[in-house]
């Protein structure tokens, strides 16, 4: 069975960077696409990037698009989110997930394995 573990989280002040870091276990790891989520206090849980199982394949929502680089290694059965250039917006629990394969949108119910998240907070 698939597990995922969320890490990197913390404290940052606006325009400052974060790399968050999704471990993950179980054989079908490598098969898996990996999504990032987030949820911010009082909001709906948004899909923030998605990597296709080879890393060959990445979507990123709007409102991160040129601030944030998602990637992965499967050697070492990891994958990164480099968030740069933060702002008091990003603040949020972020997750990983897994799926099957990206797809516009990053439809919550296409996901599995829920990480149990790591909190961001961008603030002065």
């Known amino acids: 069975q698939l597990q995922l573990v969320e890490s990197g989280g913390g404290l940052v002040q606006p325009g400052g960077s974060l790399r968050l870091s999704c471990a993950a276990s179980g054989v079908t790891w490598r098969y898996s696409a990996i999504g990032w989520f987030r949820q911010a206090p009082g909001k709906e849980r948004e899909g923030v990037s998605c990597?296709?199982?080879?890393?060959?394949?990445?979507t990123y929502v709007d409102s991160v698009k040129g601030r944030v680089t998602i990637s992965r290694d499967n050697a070492k059965n990891t994958v990164w989110l480099q968030m740069n250039s933060l702002k008091s917006e990003d603040t949020a629990i972020y997750f990983c997930?897994?799926?099957?394969?990206?797809?516009?949108?990053?439809?919550?119910?296409?996901?599995?394995?829920w990480g149990q998240g790591t909190q961001v907070f961008v603030s002065s």
């Open positions: 990597i296709s199982s080879t890393g060959g394949y990445t």
């Open positions: 997930a897994a799926t099957g394969r990206c797809s516009p949108g990053m439809l919550i119910r296409d996901f599995g394995s």
